[in-house]
Each structure stands twice: as structure tokens, then as C-alpha cells.
């Protein structure tokens, strides 16, 4: 293992770590607001990762205003575009979970999801 | 170029946008829309198959004809074709057999957004099948969740929130695996397609770069795909999703959603890795080992579980671990029973689901074993169907689930030694313990049960006038499962000539 | 195109189906839910008609396909290199030939029988389809070919044992069902590793193992054919999935259970001839601890279930006891895999059908005109019935082995095969257990005849006494019947040679 490299890409490498974060907050959080909170870490993660490799040092963003100049010019396009529809379906993903949080939460006064997974062996529904 | 080539492409468009039409029209309405776009989507599919048959090749469509590296395309075999035909064909079915349920379980005013989700989950499942861009994949798993967790939670009760809850946080830990994969795919190759990604991962693996990237890669995307069809030990959430969900919902998670998902795995080994590297990789023994694992696993908690739903619910653990152990044979064969068993787990999956609640019907609603006792003589069709799929399900020649099992088992055979000993003792232990308990319910529905317990919880008869759709489905069900168990040759030919265009 | 030996599967099936299907449409004309409705003596005559007639041209049919040469076909592709294939040799030709027989006789044995069971003509529906199916299990070329109709026969011969739908009925049909599906499923796994290490699964004399292949694997391919051996055994009733037996045969009417014993059992003898003698090959088995287990596991059956007969009262459950027992006296003369063994096993193959039937038909024949059961109840009978009770008495004692009767012969040529096979000290145990258990047969069957006729003292039969006639004997129909198998029985042993110079020459082509 080359260590060196790890320094030389600390963007990636802290993309990876916010990525464990928001994983084992999604996996292991009792709470589901937490948990939520958890994916919207690992989701970003991922975009900060995308965002990174479709950036390149010294280059402008494709947006032509004064004439196509070389392909060298610009960074490549189609991350940001990526991104923004991982943004849309992250979105998305956070509403629904939101609003069935809000569900659990008036049935059952709580949010943790183990105490109402009792609850409902409880009910014998 | 044909004009039948098209119809992939309209056929994702159209279930896709008869989606949201569903929400401004009443539940009537779109009920007939949504039955009307599965069999037109099934027609269409049908024709396709029937054009690649033909062509004996696989064909590129370009959407919005921007060429190779740039444009966004769908890629039609025999193998993708006869998926989306047969994935109509079972969800045609189950939406019909599952009428009586959504009609008593869904509220009315809600009834449309049912229609909105089953036409999504249809529109995202053709676009797994038939995407070519690994990105379009992601977005459309996403949408496949998303709509399944409607589907779940339509009927409100503690138990499906719950479970719609759980559902949700395996998925999305599953994706977002399966998100950072296809990251780092992106990031080694510089493409989104499937077929360009494959180039530069051939060239990568030649040349011996990035071998462990390349290794992570797969096994992060392999894991992701695993959780999210509910391989064990990811399947918490599964048995409450499908045994308290309305009807058609758990025949169409359970045979549909998480083949969806093996689908695209297929896809990823063969199209975008390689299946040699995802074979060199060693990753298919863990798929191995944990698919094993749940063949056992799976059917020791059906027989623990007294309630009928939830037992079929765990039956499917089991068999998503046949589909895994095929993966993990690591044979071309391994991975045609696997394909087989995906379609033959639908038939008999969804069978099995609709005529256990023609069962519980004449019982009272009740799904607790105890009182099925003799429900086979109060519901005739739905005892024998019952009979029919549990008999398939272990393994009982004339039904499709004989077929697979001999399909695994030639597969295991061929292998190599280490793995043709640990695949049979599965299949044999699982078998003994699927006859176990599929015959157990067999024998509860077919106990006599006493006449005045009968009177006293007013039981009653079901007869085949009572519910006509239900019986109907179940009818076609039937003939499916023995369609598959007896003309399996056609099938398995198709299976492997479509894997060969597939790559 | 052999195509036309397929014809007395076909026919069978295709007539049973039309039975059953109009009977489904009957009921629905009627009302459906309505208590089945008694068909009158005119509709009775025409079912017996049609079943007779199906049964006959079948027969007839069966006979010709196995008395005209070779003939072999391949139906389908069931999936590459698979084929549903039959093949009609000289085993197929053994089985067919007495199943045929046997299966007509009962029929109209049952003609009469059935009146009082009701229900007669989902009966005969599922009765045509089981013959079509066992002539199709007995061609059957391939051992695929013969596991899926091993199952069907399962499927469609579980209708019979649940006739009558009471609670023990069904619920002994079920035993019988998850019993015959274990079982089978060994076999099934046992097919899995025999299609990798054998050149083909397709039937010849002889074994098709290949012996490269099987090198090095032999303890895994002992471990599946010995789960094969046990599997199919659960259908002839060899320990230890013995138990649907005794179970099944009480409850279901007498004719099914004269054909669930007599031949249905016999089906799990022609699957282990099948693999043991035409897939996997005597040689690879002889001298292994499979033999071993399997002598001894056909041994303490034998045993087992002489005592168990000797001790049980109620006569048909005494009857199933005997079959457990004698069909594994079959097993064992494969299992010493020497060709004058498996001469007596073919032999007991084709006797004991014969016999156990008579036996059977007897007892229903005591139900049906006494309504007894229980042996202790059969006192003084033979004043009643004396002509049933002779072909009884004529039955037991070929099953005993009395010379000159055929049980004889084919004990004789058992023990012979025991002895001469070389296998140690099972050559000694094995006739010492034949003998014993013959013994036991004698003390569980012939007493019935001993107090039936010297009841000792004046015994009024009670149903005699209702009648006010001392003439229980039954009408032609059924009586003769058992006479046809009752002489077959005895007549078989005075001139076996025909049958015996068959046997042996199967015997001689597999070893």
C-alpha cells in the first residue's frame, strides 16, 4: 500500500470517510431522523466524489459566452450533470422517508424503530 | 430500421407517463389504463422478442441519435425481451387476481395513486431490463424503490409503515453501494455506458491497473444489488413487506421488484465487467456462500412461522438464495438456472401469494395456520392451486420448479469439486426442508376440519362464481407453472441463446 | 415410428380424465354443493362397461407393445441431452405383462366391490389413469423419464387411498404423499450425481457408470445411489420409510388397496432394478458397505414386519404388515447381486403381485359381505363361505412357500441366491431370516383358515344369522376374480420354467 497516495487525493479520501459516516448512520442509528440525516451524508459524499473527478485544476466550466474556445479549456461536463440528477433522486428518496417517519411518529409517539417494532408484536397485528 | 425496434423504447415511455396521467383520474379509470398499458407493453414486448428471435442479434437503439460515448441507449436481446414479455405476463396477472383485495383494503380516493406506482414500478422495471447506460440504471432503481415502497404502504397499517420503513433503509444502503460503485466505474473508465465501460475494463484488466479498485468496484455493486433484493442476511424488512401488504403488491414485490434488481446484476457481470473478471474476481463465491446460507436459512424460518403470508414471504429468502448460489457456480450454466429460476420463482411466487389468499378468504381472513384447517375443501381452486405451487416449489416434475432444480443441479455437477459438494447438499437440504413445510400447509388445508368449529366462526365457501378474476389468475397461473415445467427446452434455448447475444 | 407403444398410456389417462371431467360437469348441471347424487343401475352398467372396455383394449394394447419386439421413442426434450424417452425391454416387458393382468382382474373384482363404497366413477377415473401411468413408469427409458412418472403415479394413485374422505383416509393419503416425495427426492439427488458420472441415464443392461470418471468419487457416488436405494425403497416399504404402509392400506377400499400393495409397491422394486441394474451396475456396488446396508436394512424388514403382522389383528393392516415384509424379500435377492437372487426377485416379483392381490380381494371380500375387519371376528367362516376361503387358504400358502406352489420356487431360488452369492455372513443370516419369516407368515395367515373352518364348536355368524342363510358367499363377479388369482397363484408354481428361463436370462444380461 502507497500511503503517499493518500495524501495527494485527501479530497477522495474525505469523500470515503463522509461516505462510511453516512453509511453506519443509516445502518446502525435507532433514530430516524438520524438515520436520514445519515443518507443525506452518504448521498453527498457520493456527489462531492463526482463533483472532485469531473474537476479539473485551471479549467473554466463549459459555458461558451465568447466563442468555443480549445476542448483543453473546459472540465468535463457530465458529473455536475450527475450530480444534479443524484441531487433530484436523493431528494426525492429524503421526502419519502420523511413523511413516513411523520406516519410512525403519530401512530406511535416515537422514533425509534426497534421500540415500535415491539410495539407492533405487541399489537399482534 | 424496423419499426418494431422502437417499441422497447415506447414501451418505458408509455408505462412511465400513464403513471402521473393515473393521478388526475378516478380509481375506475385508471385501473382500466393500468391493465390496458401492461398488455399493450406485453404485446410490444412480445413482438420484440419475436424480431430478435428473428434477427438472431441484439440491436443498439440511440435515444435522441446522439452516437457511442455521448448518447444515452437501450440495448435489445432475446434475453431482455423475453424478461419484459414475462414480467408483464406475471404482473398482468397478479394485478388481476389481487382486484377483490385493493378494492376492500385500499381506500377509494386513493385507489388511482396505487395505479400511478404500478405503472412507475412497470416503467422502471423495462428500463432495468432494457437500459445500456449504468447511470440510467441508478436512476431507475431508484424509481423502483421508491414505487415499491408505495406499494407497500398503500394499505395503512402499522405493520406496512413499518415495514415500507425498513424497506426504505436496506434499499438505500444498498444503493448507495451500488451509487458508489458505479462512481468509481466512471471514475476508472470515463464512460456510462455499458458496453464502453466493459472496453476499458477488459483493457484494465490485461494490463493489471487498478486491480484492486477494480475489485472493490464490483463487490461494492454486487453487495449493493444483494441488499436489495433481500439476499440473507439483508431481508429483515421482507417478510412483514410482503405478509401484510395488499395482495397484489406482495405477488408483484416478491416475483417482480428484487428480479429486477438480479436482472441488472446479470447485466453488470456480463456487460459491463466481464463474467470471466467478476469470475477471477472471487466475489461470486461470497455471492456463493451467502446464497447457500439462505437457501437454508430461509426455509428454517418459513417452517418456524405460523402465519401462511409471512411463511411464503420467507419461502422467497430461500429462493433468492438459489439465484445467488447459480451466480456463484461461476458456470455460463449456473447462471442460465439462475434465470430460469427467476422466471420460474415469479410464476410460482405470485401463485403461491394469490391462492393463499383465496384460502384465507374461506377462512374467515384469518392467516394463522391453525385456521386454514380444511380450507382447501371450502375453496376448491384456491386449495389446489395452493397444492399446485407448493408442489412446484419442492420440486415436483410437470411444474416449473423441477425444471430449475434440475437446471442448478446440472450446473452444480459440472463445477468445480469445492463447490458441487456444498450446492447439491444445499438443494437436497433445502428441498427436504421446502417439502417440509409447503407440505405441511398442504396437509393443514386438506385436514377436515370440524363441522360445528366451521359454523361457529362462520366460515364459508368460496366457489370459482364468488371471484372470477381470482380464479381466473389463478387458472393462468397454473397453466404458466406447467407451461414452464413441461416445455422448458424452448425456454432454457431462448435463456441461454438470449445470455450469448447479451454480452 | 414406435409412437403407437405409447397408445396404452394415452388411452388410460385420457379416459380417466374424460370420467373425471364429467363427473365435474355433472355436479355443476346438478347444482354444485349438492351431496353426490347415487348413479342408477343403467348408468352403473355403462361406467363398468366403458371401464372394461378402456381397460381391455389398453391391456390388449400393452400386451402387444411388449410381446412385439424392441420399440423405443423419444416424445420430447425435456431439457438438453434429456429426453422423455421410452424404451420397452425385457424388465418393462415383466412389469407391464403382470400389471396388466392383475389391474383387469381387480377391475371387476371392483365392479361388484365398489357399489358399497359409492362414488365409483371418480374411482375408475383415477384408477384408468394410474394404469396408463404405471405403463408408462414400466417403458419408461431414461431415468428421468421414469422419476417423472414415479412422482405422476404418486400424484394420481394418492385419489384412491383417500376415497371414502374420512379424517384417518386423508390423512393416511397424506402420509403416503410426504413419505413417497421424501423418498423420491433422494432419488432425485442420487439422479443429480449419476448424470455427471454416468456415460448416459439412458437404461442398459448392465450399468452405464463410467469408471474414469467415478475414480477418486466413489464414497460420494456410494453416499447417492445408497440415498437412492432408501428413497425409492419408501414406496416398496423398506425401512426405514416404511410407515405409509400400514397406514394407507386400512383405509382405502379393498381393490385400491390390492393394487397399492401388490403393484404400486412394486414400483419402487422396478426404480431400484432400474439404477442399480441398468444405470449404476452391480459391479461398482458389490463388496461396498451400500450392499452391506442394504442387505441388512432388506433383512430387518423382513423381520420386522413378519412380527409385525404376526401381532396385528385387524386383518388388512396384517395384510400390509406381509406386503412390508415380502416385497422386501424382493429387495433382498437384488441386493446379494447375484443373478440366481435377482431370478428369485423377479420370480417374488411377479408372485407376489399375484398373490397379495387374492389376498386383498379376500379381505374385501369379508368386508363387503360380512362388514368384519378384525381377524379374531373371521371364526367359523369357512362354513359360509367355504369356496373364498379355499382360494384364501391357496393364496397363503404360496405366499408361505408350501412347494408346489409358486412361493416356492421363488423362496427357493432367494435363498440359493443368498448362498451362492458369496456375501459372507449374510449368506447364512439371509435364508435363516427367509426361513423364520416364513414361519411367521405361516402363524399370521393360516390360522384364519384353521378357526374359519374348525372354529371349534358351533360358531353362528352373526351377519348368517340376520340373513337367515348360512350362504355368505359372495356373487360370481367378485368370487371369480379371486379364483383366477388364487390358480394363477398356485398353477404358476407348478410350471414355472417359462417364467424362470425369462428371469434368469434378465438376470444373466445385467451381470
Known sequence: MNFANLASNYEEAVAMLLFVI?????????????????????????????ALKGYIAGRKAPIVVDGVQSVKAYVNPIPSGLVLTGIVVSVSVSALMLALTIRLYRRYHTLDLDEITTRLKKEGL | MEFVQNFPFFSILLSLFSGPLCSVIGGKAARRINLVVITVVGAMSASVLHFTIRSGEAYVYLMGHFPAPWGNEIRVGVLEALMALFFCVVMFLSMVGGSLERALEIEAEKENLYYVMVNLLLSSLLALIYTNDLFTAYVFVEINTISACGLIMIRQNGRTIEAATRYMIMSLLGSGLLLLGICFLYDMTGHLLMSNIKEQVQILHATGDYHISLLVTVSLMSVGIAIKSALYPFHAWLPDAYGYSTLSSAAILSSLVSKGYIFLLVKIFYRVIGFDIVRDSKIVNILFAFGVVGMIMGSVSAIKEGNIRRMIAYSSVAQIGYIYMGFGIGTTAGVIASLYHILSHAATKSLLFVAASGITDASGESTSFFDLTGAGYRNKLAGVAFTVGSLSMVGFPMFSGFISKLLFAQAAVDSAYYKMLPALIALAVSTILNAVYFMKTVIRIYTPADREEIQRRGFRNVTMADQKAKSAALVCFIILNMALGLCSEPVVRLLSEGLQMFA | MDAWILLPVILPVLAGVILLLSLAFDKKKNGGGQPDREPGAEELHSLHGYVAAVLAVSAALALAAALSGEHSVTLFELLKGIPVYFHVDDISRLFAIVISIVWLVVAFYSFVYMKHEGKEQRFYGF???VYGVLMALSFAGNLVTMYLFYEIMTLTSMPLVLHNGSR?????????LFYSMCGAYLGLFGIFFLYKYCDTLTFTAGGTLNPGLAQGNVTILLIAVFGMLVGFGAKAGMLPLHAWLPAAHPVAPSPASAVLSGVIAKAGVLAIIRVVFYVVGPDFLRGTWVQTAWMTLTLLTVFMGSMMAFREPVFKKRLAYSTVSQVSYILFGLSVLSPVGMTGALLHVVFHMVIKCALFLTAG????????????????????MPKTLWCYTFASLALIGIPPTSGFVSKWYLAQGALEAGVGVFGIVGPAVLLVSALLTAGYLLPITTSGFFPGGIVKHVKAEEKQDSNLEPSLEMLIPLAILAALAVLLGLFPNPLINFASRIAASVM
Open chain 3, 127 to 129: 384408477y384408468l389413469i
Open chain 3, 365 to 384: 371380500i369379508f368386508i363387503f359381505q360380512c362388514g368384519e375387519t378384525r381377524v379374531e371376528q373371521f371364526r367359523g367362516i369357512g362354513k359360509q
Open chain 1, 22 to 50: 453516512g453509511f453506519s448512520n443509516l445502518l446502525l442509528q435507532k433514530n430516524l431522523i438520524r438515520k436520514i440525516i445519515g443518507l443525506n451524508i452518504m448521498d453527498t459524499a457520493v456527489y462531492l466524489f463526482l
Open chain 3, 168 to 176: 384417518e383416509a386423508i390423512m393416511a393419503a397424506l402420509k403416503y
